[in-house]
């Protein structure tokens, strides 16, 4: 079997990402990165034979390295994105793909100048069960036709944005690094593009932290179909971390609980909802990486494509522009990739 060499950047998270790629029997973790002296240590002690590199510029030039997996602070991957494309490598990202305007036309072209290489990034939700047994419902027809969704992503974890490194980069977004899992999954279960979005934002949990940016952001999107919803991301909320989501469509409803789902196909008040116990979030952070894996190796396309990943990061760029600018603001379209087969 063809073996593919994997360098990993970023050993918090990153570390799911090994446990992933360790799962494709053709996936090799070759190389390692972190720029936390400790993190480096405690790489070479529990992963014996694999590289350690204290910077990420080494990693992506590692000849060994033919995939490149980004779970380093949000600022730092654009760098590393455009370089991995530079030379050559395939890209497995934590999400944003980017954080600015200008950086994603860049990586969009740098990835239109080079069609074989693969790009996905770690849009989770997907792969939870609760959601992709809505998914099989609604394209199924048992909703008739959806009209309105709601999705909030609801981080119940101020902490990590008042003391942790969210709050010391030169910008943060919860748009990008919360709502952006939302703005994905509401594309995916309507099968419908977003064209335009309306945005408000605050810092109000955050006031008398260092965090310096909207905790709090809430927009309206129009999809392609006519349908209309919102998403929020709320960081600063007094409750444990959790999806928020509500499908409405003209046969029937759903509302996502921490515990349950229920499914109204009916509006009669005598007629209880059906409760749905499939499993949620249900998912790893690895889940998505075996079948990027098979992808790179030409077996088909991965669950979350590149422009799957452009599409949802132009979502999220147009929300932070509506929030800036106080108007409806159109989001750019996102053709589908030609994809070149892989040797």
């Given at each position: 079997?063809?073996?593919?060499?994997?360098?990993?950047?970023?050993?918090?998270?990153?570390?799911r990402?090994?446990?992933?790629?360790r799962?494709?029997p053709a996936?090799?973790?070759?190389?390692?990165?972190?720029?936390?002296?400790?993190?480096?240590?405690?790489?070479?002690?529990?992963?014996?034979?694999?590289?350690v590199?204290?910077?990420?510029e080494?990693?992506?030039?590692d000849?060994?390295?033919?995939?490149?997996?980004?779970?380093?602070?949000?600022d730092?991957?654009?760098?590393?994105?455009?370089?991995?494309?530079?030379?050559?490598?395939?890209?497995?990202?934590?999400?944003?793909?980017?954080?600015?305007?200008?950086?994603?036309r860049?990586?969009?072209?740098?990835?239109?100048?080079?069609?074989?290489?693969?790009?996905?990034?770690?849009?989770?939700?997907?792969?939870?069960?609760?959601?992709?047994?809505?998914?099989?419902?609604?394209?199924?027809?048992?909703?008739g036709?959806v009209?309105?969704?709601?999705?909030?992503?609801?981080?119940?974890?101020?902490?990590?944005?008042?003391?942790?490194?969210?709050?010391?980069?030169?910008?943060?977004?919860?748009?990008?690094?919360?709502?952006?899992?939302?703005?994905?999954?509401?594309?995916?279960?309507?099968?419908?593009?977003?064209?335009?979005?309306?945005?408000?934002?605050?810092?109000?949990?955050?006031?008398?932290?260092?965090?310096?940016?909207n905790?709090?952001?809430?927009?309206?999107?129009?999809?392609?179909?006519?349908?209309?919803?919102?998403?929020s991301?709320?960081?600063?909320?007094?409750?444990?971390?959790?999806?928020?989501l509500?499908?409405?469509?003209?046969?029937?409803?759903?509302?996502?609980?921490?515990?349950?789902?229920?499914?109204?196909?009916?509006?009669?008040?005598?007629?209880?909802?059906?409760?749905?116990?499939?499993?949620?979030?249900?998912?790893?952070?690895?889940?998505?990486?075996?079948?990027?894996?098979?992808?790179?190796?030409?077996?088909?396309?991965?669950?979350?494509?590149?422009?799957?990943?452009?599409?949802?990061?132009?979502?999220?760029l147009?929300?932070?522009?509506?929030?800036?600018?106080?108007?409806?603001v159109?989001?750019?379209?996102?053709?589908?990739?030609?994809?070149?087969?892989?040797?």
């Open positions: 079997m063809t073996r593919v060499g994997v360098g990993i950047i970023g050993l918090g998270v990153g570390e990402h090994i446990a992933g790629f799962r494709h996936a090799e973790v070759v190389a390692l990165c972190d720029i936390d002296p400790a993190k480096q240590a405690m790489a070479r002690a529990r992963y014996p034979g694999v590289r590199h204290a910077e990420a080494a990693l992506i030039d000849p060994d390295v033919a995939i490149v997996s980004v779970a380093s602070y949000d730092a991957h654009f760098a590393q994105v455009a370089r991995a494309l530079e030379r050559g490598k395939h890209v497995f990202v934590e999400k944003p793909i980017c954080l600015h305007d200008d950086e994603f860049e990586l969009r072209r740098l990835h239109a100048a080079r069609p074989g290489l693969r790009i996905s990034s770690n849009l989770i939700l997907r792969r939870a069960p609760r959601f992709v047994d809505l998914r099989e419902r609604i394209r199924g027809g048992r909703f036709q009209y309105y969704v709601e999705g909030d992503y609801d981080y119940g974890r101020l902490h990590k944005i008042a003391e942790g490194w969210r709050g010391t980069i030169p910008f943060y977004s919860v748009v990008h690094g919360g709502a952006i899992h939302l703005v994905d999954l509401l594309t995916w279960l309507t099968g419908s593009r977003i064209v335009e979005v309306e945005a408000v934002g605050n810092r109000i949990c955050a006031e008398g932290t260092k965090f310096r940016y905790d709090l952001v809430v927009a309206l999107l129009r999809f392609e179909s006519g349908a209309v919803g919102k998403v991301a709320n960081f600063g909320c007094v409750r444990p971390h959790f999806h928020r509500s499908v409405y469509g003209t046969d029937a409803t759903f509302e996502n609980r921490p515990d349950h789902a229920l499914l109204w196909t009916s509006r009669d008040p005598a007629v209880a909802p059906e409760r749905l116990d499939t499993a949620y979030p249900g998912a790893d952070k690895g889940d998505l990486i075996p079948g990027f894996v098979d992808a790179v190796l030409g077996r088909g396309a991965a669950e979350v494509e590149a422009e799957d990943v452009f599409a949802s990061m132009a979502v999220c147009a929300i932070e522009r509506a929030v800036r600018e106080h108007r409806a159109p989001v750019e379209t996102i053709p589908a990739a030609a994809h070149v087969p892989a040797p």
